[in-house]
């Protein structure tokens, strides 16, 4: 298993957010944790990064605990986060944010073939490779933020809400490309947009205030009444 | 009416004022801590000149180097001792840095009395447009160029030194990119204040007789202005700022003094903070950006 949480807990300050989450994400596929704002989505890819600190519970990659290492170390291991509202680094190119996408010794040895790779995948980032990053479209920051974190060489993936302020064509395009890239690593993608994200899922987990309260095949979840009648509005 | 002796003057005196502001900024740019004890490692480092070259007769560009390693070992306690270990109190860490400061200027006191000390180091002058310029200030004055390029360079061409800027412009983001951002923390802090005291050293070629426990206070508000009118956090930016700063200071002085004016050097000052106003009304983000 890629990467396997168990009993996650979490917070900020003495503010609970996580109660016990588990869940898992094979190499080869695409998991999703969907759910509505608030319920703790966010929190559980930060804290699996290490950037929240965990409360409790157990994260492994590829059968290591890896739960008490900071981010930098988990980055080194083969976790990356794309994260919320993409933390591009603005005043830097396009160029320049992928270079520091394999700032890791193990992704440096790398970077030429990484680059080739994020520029084919991303045709778009190479037209655009001298452009500081922070005057690009929604869209396409999203594209370099997937791309950055690709440079990392990651075994796990992890995305945040990737379909946020972008137009329905875009969020077509880049699910697209997110869907293609599980066949060289895990993908986690969180999302509100369920409809979505169920589509390129190949299983998923919903999450309400901070535990889990359904998971199956994405296939299954699709016919689930709770989830047509809380996410899909049918 | 010819300006051009007191343009050059400014210049010169003006490469000296972004050196010392270099490590406030770098400070300020990658921790966000306002360093308010920043004038006191400029005093340190003026009184390790004075030291160096009255009792052991080191020249000041020798013993900068020695300022340097003091004000990188200083600069990694003050991470490690203070920023660090108050962690996100921002208010607690501003205090801390404030009482540091003050602490700082009562052990100069005991070390080296209270009174104003200096010394003249003279190894000739060259004439520049008609103006005689001691080769101490004017070599101080290229040396403090070249070290801020240096600087600039090794934070636009080095992994080490992009992961500084990449932390400067979103310290989560360098996070998840792997940049281990203690690091960048501690390493910009011991590199601030290193430069801080160097440039502390360099200082003392133009004050003669004016290094004194209490000297700090003055150059930490200038640092502030100087800091703020380059962007926080931009090297080029700041020295460009210190050069305007040292223009300003030395121009308007003469003009001022010209046009009758009783305190003409606070009348310089003034147009300076008049010029910070602008520059925060026109452009918030100051000239450069990292």
Redesign the interface.
Known sequence: MALRVSNLASGYGRLQVLFGVSFEAPSGSVVSILGPNGAGKTTTLLTV?G?VKPWDGVVELEGVDVTWL???RK??LGI??V?EG???????TVE?NL???A??KR??DKIHDSLELVYTLFPRLKERRKQKAGTMSGGEQQMLAVA??L??RPKVLLIDEPSAGLAPKVVADLFQTISQLKKEMSVLLVEQNVAAALEISDYSYVLENGRIILKGPASELVENEHVKKAYLGV | MDITPYFLTGIIIGSIYGLTTLGLSLIFGVLRVANVAHGAFIMIGAYIAYTAFVALAIPPFASSLLAFAIGIAAGYLVYAGVIKRLGKAELNILVALFALGALLAEVARLIWGPDFVGYRWTIGSVEVAGLQIELTKLIGAILALMITIALELVLRWTYFGRAVRAVVQDPVGAMVVGVNVDRVFAFSSALGIGITTLGGVFLTLFIPVGINPYMGGPYTLMGFVIAVMGGLGSVAGTYVAGLLFGVFESVGFYLFSLAGFAEPSQMALFLAFVMLLLILLLRPTGLFRI
Not at chain 1, 86 to 92: I, K, N
């Open positions: 990064m950037v900071p981010p930098h980055v080194e990356s986060l994260p993409r933390r591009l680094f603005p005043e830097m320049e270079l520091m996408g700032y890791t992704a440096r950055r974190a440079m990392a």
